[in-house]
């Protein structure tokens, strides 16, 4: 498990160390204005339907229906075909209607603006049908427990889109936004171009020519598992978008707050979502298809245990990142950002959002892990539920705290809805089985790290970050 969870996190670290280059370049290129809002806009509608549709979803459906069927090359290209149709659809009816697409993420934009950003919306959709094959790609090395390929390929989507900024230096505003969102689109064939060798060079090629060469011919037989493959999920869909229908909402409704709010949720929620991806997402992606299969065998106990060992190490690294991350906010925007067009005042504003961000990182990492149960035992259905009730709580919320606190409200309105949204699935995970994960000798050691780590940031608050902020 911690080998698996190593190699996902040192790729992701690679990865988001690339990601923070090239925030800090698009920073001090573009700054926080009306620009980088418009490049933020057009990128976040595909990533969005990325993060719902493709990632989260289609993978914790997928990979148990995998590993139930008994025809594994039909059924997985007929999933493969059915969806990369749908997603090819939406893209091309995005690119018939850019504008209504803009419209939709930004609705606080003035007919301008709108205009403006139509275009870029409709090159960065390209980058869907692209992610959607590698995710597909990406579930089958991980059934076959080949992290290493999934986990360092989103590298080279930054490394294009540095190469974007790099020769669109001394570009116009407009141009720039340009050579970005077909970066994206660059770094999107990339990472299916390595997908493609690791699945050749693990033998799967063959599995998924044997699987297109029969379809039509057996297509009949992987009915009953389609079927329940369908059902469960759109359920799961839902399950998994309320993270990110409420970043599509906080863009929505910051689209109506100062020039510069998009911008400022986009920048604190890069650095939030480091912790969370380097710790939550690698250990969950390495945990959950030996959970699938421990649970497929009828195995609870020792799945039990691999989640329990799982909790604890994930606990610890989350509560240390949470502290730190929200005593030293200033101190890690202002190293990260303050340059070029990305100004003192925008580093206050970006610090206040991280904060509210942050101290959501222990509830939204450990609920990534524990949601993780409910997939592998294919409770799709009580996952949404969960997804309904902490997406209304986020809407009431943001909708209360955006006039008293600004941009800073959106993202505590996120911090709150996360809190429920843990609450909810450990009550279907087990009350008692969670308590019983906590009555540990660990509880002890958890209790005096953050004592001594409190201690140790008071004193480089007080004494060291004033030199560093001079």
Do not use: C
């Not at 990110?244 to 510069?260: C, E, K, P, Y």
């Not at 991280?354 to 222990?362: A, C, N, P, V």
Request: charged content about 10%; hydrophobic content about 55%; overall charge positive.
């Amino acid at each position: 498990m911690f080998k698996a969870i190593f190699t996902n996190s040192f790729g992701i670290l690679v990865s988001r160390v690339l990601g923070f280059l090239r925030d800090l370049l698009t920073a001090s290129a573009l700054g926080a204005n009306i620009y980088s809002d418009i490049f933020f806009i057009a990128f976040k509608l595909p990533n969005l339907f990325r993060r719902i549709f493709a990632e989260g979803a289609f993978t914790q459906v997928f990979i148990p229906a995998f590993a139930r069927s008994r025809h594994k090359a039909l059924f997985s290209v007929h999933i493969f075909l059915l969806f990369l149709s749908i997603i090819i659809a939406i893209t091309l009816l995005v690119n018939l209607l850019p504008n209504l697409a803009a419209k939709a993420m930004a609705v606080g934009f003035d007919a301008q603006t709108i205009a403006i950003a139509a275009p870029f919306v409709a090159i960065n959709f390209w980058y869907l049908p692209l992610i959607f094959a590698v995710t597909f790609l990406s579930t089958l090395l991980q059934y076959k427990h080949h992290f290493a390929t999934s986990a360092f390929s989103t590298a080279l989507l930054n490394i294009s889109l540095i190469g974007a900024l790099w020769f669109s230096e001394d570009k116009s505003q407009a141009e720039i936004v340009s050579y970005l969102s077909w970066g994206v689109v660059i770094g999107g064939v990339l990472q299916l171009g390595v997908h493609i060798l690791a699945i050749s060079k693990l033998g799967l090629s063959k599995f998924l020519f044997g699987g297109f060469k029969y379809l039509r011919v057996k297509s009949k037989i992987i009915k009953k598992d389609t079927r329940k493959f369908t059902k469960q999920f759109f359920p799961a869909v839902w399950g998994n978008s309320t993270a990110q229908i409420s970043a599509f909402l906080d863009t929505f409704l910051a689209s109506f707050l100062v020039t510069g709010s998009i911008s400022y949720l986009y920048y604190a929620n890069r650095i939030f979502q480091l912790p969370l991806a380097l710790f939550a997402i690698a250990t969950s992606i390495a945990l959950f298809p030996k959970i699938a299969r421990y649970l497929k065998n009828k195995d609870e106990e020792k799945a039990l245990a691999y989640l329990e060992k799982a909790f604890w190490f994930l606990a610890f690294l989350l509560v240390g990142s949470t502290i730190g991350g929200t005593m030293l906010a200033h101190e890690i925007t202002w190293v990260l950002f303050e340059r070029g067009a990305f100004n003192a005042e925008d580093t206050k504003n970006t610090t206040a959002v991280l904060q509210m961000y942050m101290i959501g990182l222990i509830p939204f990492g450990l609920q990534k892990l524990f949601v993780l149960w409910l997939y592998a035992q294919e409770m799709q259905m009580r996952a949404a539920k969960i997804a309904t009730f902490s997406l209304a709580a986020y809407i009431i919320l943001a909708l209360s705290l955006i006039t008293p606190m600004g941009v800073s409200g959106l993202a505590l309105a996120s911090t709150m809805s996360g809190f429920m949204s843990f609450i909810l699935t450990i009550r279907v995970f087990g009350v008692s089985q969670f308590l019983q994960m906590l009555k540990s000798v660990k509880s002890l050691y958890l209790l005096l790290s953050v004592a001594i780590l409190v201690t140790l940031l008071i004193f480089i608050k007080t004494y060291i970050a004033p030199y560093i902020n001079s």
